[in-house]
């Protein structure tokens, strides 16, 4: 998931934001060699010129173009695994455990606390109740 969430976001950003920030940049403008950016800032934020700060805005827009991506992959990827996973507990395979059909209830009230009680109680459940443990 993260290798197609970087690659969409290469693909997009990396044209718009290294020509926006190196061409007319901080060396273009200022002839004072102390203010020269040097390395890799010459693609960053900082060779940006003070006279050209409306570029900030595909800053802007590509870092809210970065949240939707990152939002929409991570919404994606859940449906597949809530897809995946609910194919995986109707699996006959998985209904005939134990496991998939036991229930543990916790913290119940002392008015509830009889056998006769629960099983009316849960009389709604599909195929009903089978067995009730009430642990003292």
Same mark, same amino acid.
């Given at each position: 998931?993260?290798?197609?969430?970087?690659?969409?976001?290469?693909?997009?950003? @990396?044209?718009?934001? /290294?020509? %926006?920030?190196?061409?007319?940049?901080?060396?273009?403008?200022? +002839?004072?060699? *102390?203010?020269?950016?040097?390395?890799?800032?010459?693609?960053?934020?900082?060779?940006?010129?003070?006279?050209?700060?409306?570029?900030?805005?595909?800053?802007?827009?590509?870092?809210?173009?970065?949240?939707?991506?990152?939002?929409?992959?991570?919404?994606?990827? @859940?449906?597949?695994? /809530?897809? %995946?996973?609910?194919?995986?507990?109707?699996?006959?395979?998985? +209904?005939?455990? *134990?496991?998939?059909?036991?229930?543990?209830?916790?913290?119940?009230?002392?008015?509830?606390?009889?056998?006769?009680?629960?099983?009316?109680?849960?009389?709604?459940?599909?195929?009903?109740?089978?067995?009730?443990?009430?642990?003292?």
């Amino acid at each position: 998931m993260l290798l197609k969430i970087f690659g969409i976001l290469a693909a997009a950003i @990396l044209p718009i934001l /290294i020509p %926006l920030n190196t061409v007319g940049g901080q060396n273009d403008h200022d +002839r004072d060699p *102390a203010k020269h950016v040097q390395g890799m800032d010459r693609y960053a934020w900082a060779n940006v010129a003070p006279d050209k700060s409306q570029r900030y805005w595909g800053h802007l827009l590509l870092a809210v173009f970065t949240v939707l991506v990152c939002c929409y992959m991570f919404y994606r990827e @859940l449906r597949v695994y /809530i897809r %995946l996973r609910q194919a995986y507990l109707t699996s006959p395979q998985h +209904r005939l455990r *134990a496991s998939a059909t036991t229930v543990l209830i916790t913290s119940i009230p002392r008015k509830w606390l009889s056998i006769e009680k629960l099983l009316g109680l849960y009389d709604i459940f599909p195929g009903g109740v089978k067995n009730i443990w009430i642990n003292r």
